[in-house]
């Protein structure tokens, strides 16, 4: 990650500091790293653990049970203070832990007792027992909004993690054959990640052939691959903490019938389209109703859906195939500062409650798009949808479709002042 006297890490925390002054007033901020959880019965071990991002962020590195202080009325060169705890003696012996850079978390108590009778928020891993309030709530969300913009580090690492998360599916190729199983290409996609050098993957590896192509977050099983299935595969790498989001979608054999190949063809024409409107000002709502708009004229084509696209998106229709939302924001975590833009109150749109942002793009930003198309019965054998979208789609040619599985392809995109640049433009799209 980033050392303490990182130029980097000093640049952010002056951006935070500005974002912040606004919002805490005379309250001081504590941003917590966490504790592990440990495992049940009483194995001695605890789950994986990962510190909050928040925590990450300011600190430039891991900590478990680190804590990061911001007082507003200092200079920003000293308003940041760092404890960390001094580990235990079981933790030497059994973990090889040693003490990390920073203040050691003992000392914590006097920084409290100098600011006695001042108020404080809590953000990253909150105690549990401290409340929510208005301005607790607003640190946050304004936190989150200043680190959507990536500097020069962050970019280094993000684009590492795409080199490691090429180098896997540059495998995949091989790997993608008639009774090969979900499973084991997880398990070799994920081997090759790390033999280019990735710290892990950036979440759970979803491979899904055939129907299970159709869900959306299906997790890897002992299903086997057929000659002519759709296999969906979404999987990153992870460098650090900063996390490669990328799908693409093959065909067993590499011979689509006429049908797969205008359903790529068309998911290939959607992203295409969308990574070029990814331009700073531009709202991401917007970008995704056009990226709908796309899906809808394109099944018109197709057969598939009837109608003017412009009105389908308008009544919803295009849920039926695309029921998520075309992206999010990526970086330091898989929806990295993610959600509204500070003030801004949720959509209350119906179509848009699984959109991770609402907010224009700016320079800087990182932000995966991925359309997809499916075939999901749970949608379309729906009772309640059919009736309401009977004159949206034809019917009678659904029922076929129902085992294909679906399409999804998926780019991570930098937001720049001229062309988009896709940090995953190396990996074919299938």
């Not at 920084?111 to 309030?133: I, K, M, T, Y």
């Not at 979900?182 to 979803?206: D, M, N, P, W």
């Not at 049908?259 to 709502?285: I, S």
């Amino acid at each position: 990650m980033l050392s303490p006297d990182d130029s980097f890490l000093r640049a952010r925390r002056r951006r935070v500091a500005a974002a912040l002054r606004p919002v805490l007033g005379e309250a001081s901020l504590l941003v917590h790293a966490g504790t592990a959880v440990p495992l049940p019965e009483n194995t001695d071990q605890t789950y994986p653990f990962l510190s909050h991002t928040e925590y990450v962020y300011l600190a430039g590195t891991e900590g478990e049970r680190g804590i990061v202080t911001f007082d507003p009325r200092l200079a920003d060169d000293e308003a940041w203070e760092v404890f960390v705890p001094v580990p235990s003696e079981g933790e030497r012996i059994w973990e090889g832990r040693t003490q990390a850079p920073g203040t050691p978390l003992p000392r914590l108590a006097s920084w409290f007792s100098a600011r006695e009778g001042r108020p404080f928020v809590h953000l990253g891993s909150r105690p549990v027992e401290q409340p929510v309030d208005a301005t607790t709530l607003a640190a946050r969300e304004h936190l989150s909004h200043a680190r959507r913009p990536k500097d020069a580090g962050e970019l280094r690492l993000l684009r590492a993690a795409a080199a490691c998360t090429a180098a896997g599916y540059a495998r995949l190729p091989s790997l993608l054959q008639a009774g090969a199983t979900e499973r084991s290409i997880q398990i070799e996609l994920e081997a090759e990640f790390q033999r280019a050098g990735a710290t892990g993957t950036g979440y759970g590896t979803i491979v899904g052939a055939g129907s299970n192509a159709a869900i959306l977050h299906v997790s890897p099983s002992s299903r086997a691959l057929r000659p002519g299935d759709f296999v969906l595969v979404d999987a990153g790498a992870r460098v650090g903490r900063y996390v490669c989001d990328v799908t693409r979608t093959y065909v067993v054999g590499g011979r689509p019938d006429p049908f797969q190949r205008d359903l790529h063809a068309l998911v290939t024409t959607v992203l295409t389209n969308a990574v070029g409107r990814c331009r700073p000002g531009r709202e991401w709502k917007d970008i995704h109703l056009r990226a709908a708009e796309d899906i809808c004229a394109g099944l018109v084509t197709m057969g598939v859906m009837r109608g003017q696209p412009a009105e389908l998106v308008e009544r919803d229709a295009h849920t039926l195939f695309f029921p998520h939302g075309l992206g999010h924001l990526v970086g330091l975590g898989v929806r990295d500062a993610s959600g509204t833009l500070p003030g801004r109150a949720a959509n209350p749109r119906p179509a848009l409650r699984t959109l991770r942002c609402d907010l224009p793009l700016a320079d800087g930003y990182v932000i995966t798009v991925e359309p997809g198309i499916y075939f999901i019965r749970a949608l379309l054998e729906d009772p309640t949808r059919r009736e309401r979208y009977a004159d949206c789609v034809h019917w009678d040619r659904v029922p076929p479709l129902l085992d294909l599985g679906g399409v999804r392809l998926e780019e991570n995109v930098l937001v720049t002042p001229g062309e988009p640049e896709v940090l995953t433009a190396a990996i074919p799209l299938g």
